[in-house]
């Protein structure tokens, strides 16, 4: 029905809309043009016009008083002042006249033609000053003049230039119909370009509407591609971002049933297969044996289901966290103590080289923290490992490391060792969960938890915030 509603309702399509954009734009620049260029366009041609007679007068005015000055006294080989006045207006392309004064104000033409129009505005003006410009309406016709003031011994004379704008208005109206004919071409013209220009963008953001439907429906292999540099091109990127955390998402989400399902899946079969063991064994020492074997699995399902459990939290966010000053050397001493006898029980050891070092966390889940790191540490070793619990401050950052003479990880082992069910080669016991779960836990404390591996021996080290306003006590 989409397709239906789009064409009964054309407006409701984004191509529409940036035509009739790209329309509304032209129409607008076509009528200010209309309204203020042509006109403006009018007044800068009389302007000019009459700027261009003014220049005429002042630059020709004494060589035409010369010339004229002859033709009245008569010098041999002149021309009369008739001739003069008419080569004056062509040299200056006006029409030229002269006046002279007589009495108090009053203008009589000395030259033939006689000017158009009895005493213009300008020659009296010019009477009083030096040249005078502007515009005037002779027999119907506006014309440009100018004109100035002219002694010839002892008589006063005023010479009148003219020039029809009957050119100019032509030139106007000339370009008002150029303009409305290229408005009539440009008009289509844009709306055409601004279709094809519409439906290219369109045509992109349709094809961003598919990828997002493929990613809806869960089809997350198909890279989301466009080459534009502009929003778009931004918007499809950030889109194959999120497609690509998407797919690991789901890729890590997959993994995880697959390795808790195999993890939940060998305690339960074993503890099923010593179970049937048990119903035909006699020998009270075998008994004894799976029994024993069975208590271990029961413990290993029991850890692996508490770790569950706290991934579940986590990710839930319902991990209640009280965050205070703690003295990391105090945890350090106490999870020593804590894990002795299972040290010894491996033959290994665990000391503590702690300096007071107060920092800001929950010391629950620091603790929980520190014996996830110890445990690994003594699970993940050689028999006889020496396992060393450090802690420091300095530089606003309070740390709490776990230290061993174990072999170091290998690098691509090394990358993935905070992974959820991340286990390397040969890594025996456990579900792989622990420093996952202690890593999101040093995160949610502002802190986190890296493996170094620059010294002389590995080690994983909890960095906190330092509590600042609680110095810790002087060592004794």
Same mark, same amino acid.
């Given at each position: 029905m989409d397709w239906l509603v789009d064409r009964v309702f054309p407006f409701r399509r984004l191509t529409v809309w940036l035509g009739l954009l790209?329309?509304?734009? +032209?129409?607008?620049?076509? =009528? &200010?043009?209309?309204?203020?260029?042509?006109?403006? &366009?009018?007044?800068?041609? =009389?302007?000019?016009?009459?700027?261009? =007679?003014?220049?005429?007068?002042?630059?020709?005015?004494?060589?035409?008083?010369?010339?004229?000055?002859?033709?009245?006294? /008569?010098?041999?080989?002149? *021309?009369? *002042?008739?001739?003069?006045?008419?080569?004056?207006?062509?040299?200056?392309?006006?029409?030229?006249?002269?006046?002279?004064?007589?009495?108090? /104000?009053?203008?009589?033409?000395?030259?033939?033609?006689? *000017?158009?129009? $009895?005493?213009?505005?300008?020659a009296r003006a010019a009477i009083e000053a030096g040249v005078q410009r502007?515009?005037?309406? @002779?027999?119907?016709?506006?014309?440009?003049?100018?004109?100035?003031?002219?002694?010839?011994?002892? $008589?006063?004379?005023?010479?009148?230039?003219?020039?029809?704008? $009957?050119?100019v208005d032509a030139a106007v109206r000339l370009t008002v119909r150029r303009s409305l004919i290229g408005a009539l071409i440009a008009l289509p013209l844009a709306v055409l370009i601004g279709a094809l220009a519409a439906a290219l963008l369109t045509r992109r953001l349709r094809r961003l509407e598919r990828a997002s439907s493929r990613i809806a429906a869960g089809t997350l292999d198909a890279p989301i591609a466009d080459r534009g540099r502009d929003e778009i091109g931004d918007l499809a990127q950030a889109l194959d971002r999120m497609r690509n955390e998407l797919a690991a998402t789901d890729a890590a989400r997959r993994a995880f049933v697959a390795n808790a399902s195999h993890e939940l899946r060998t305690p339960v079969f074993a503890l099923?297969?010593?179970?049937?063991?048990?119903?035909?064994?006699?020998?009270?020492?075998?008994?004894?044996?799976?029994?024993a074997t069975m208590a271990d699995q029961v413990g290993r399902l029991t850890r692996l289901a508490t770790d569950l459990l706290d991934l579940s939290r986590l990710d839930s966010g319902k991990v209640p966290l009280d965050i205070e000053p703690v003295e990391l050397s105090a945890v350090a001493a106490r999870v020593a103590s804590d894990l002795a006898a299972v040290a010894r029980a491996r033959g290994a050891i665990v000391d503590v080289a702690a300096d007071p070092a107060m920092a800001l966390g929950d010391e629950t889940r620091i603790g929980q923290i520190a014996r996830a790191l110890v445990d690994n540490a003594l699970k993940h070793n050689?028999?006889? =490992?020496?396992?060393?619990?450090?802690?420091?401050?300095?530089?606003?950052i309070a740390s709490l490391a776990v230290e061993d003479s174990g072999p170091r990880i290998p690098e691509d082992?090394?990358? $993935? @060792?905070?992974?959820?069910?991340?286990?390397?080669?040969?890594?025996?016991?456990?579900?792989?969960?622990?420093?996952?779960?202690?890593?999101?836990?040093?995160?949610?404390?502002?802190?986190? &938890?890296?493996?170094?591996?620059?010294?002389?021996?590995? *080690?994983?080290?909890?960095?906190? +915030?330092?509590?600042?306003?609680?110095?810790?006590?002087?060592?004794?």
């Open positions: 790209v329309l509304a734009v +032209a129409l607008i620049t076509v =009528v &200010l043009a209309a309204v203020l260029v042509l006109p403006s &366009l009018r007044g800068d041609l =009389v302007d000019e016009r009459v700027a261009s =007679v003014a220049r005429s007068a002042e630059q020709s005015a004494p060589t035409f008083a010369s010339n004229f000055a002859d033709a009245l006294a /008569g010098s041999g080989g002149s *021309a009369d *002042a008739n001739a003069v006045t008419a080569a004056y207006g062509a040299l200056t392309d006006t029409e030229a006249y002269v006046f002279q004064r007589i009495g108090a /104000g009053r203008l009589v033409p000395v030259t033939e033609p006689v *000017a158009r129009g $009895a005493s213009p505005a300008a502007g515009t005037a309406t @002779v027999n119907g016709t506006e014309v440009a003049e100018a004109a100035y003031a002219m002694r010839i011994g002892d $008589a006063a004379y005023v010479v009148l230039l003219q020039s029809s704008l $009957a050119d099923s297969g010593f179970m049937e063991l048990l119903e035909d064994e006699e020998d009270p020492a075998r008994r004894d044996q799976y029994l050689p028999d006889g =490992v020496h396992v060393r619990i450090a802690t420091r401050a300095g530089g606003g082992e090394a990358r $993935a @060792v905070f992974g959820r069910f991340a286990r390397g080669q040969g890594a025996g016991e456990g579900s792989g969960l622990g420093l996952a779960i202690a890593s999101e836990l040093a995160e949610r404390m502002g802190g986190r &938890l890296v493996l170094d591996q620059t010294g002389e021996r590995k *080690a994983f080290r909890l960095d906190l +915030a330092e509590d600042a306003g609680n110095p810790p006590p002087p060592s004794d």
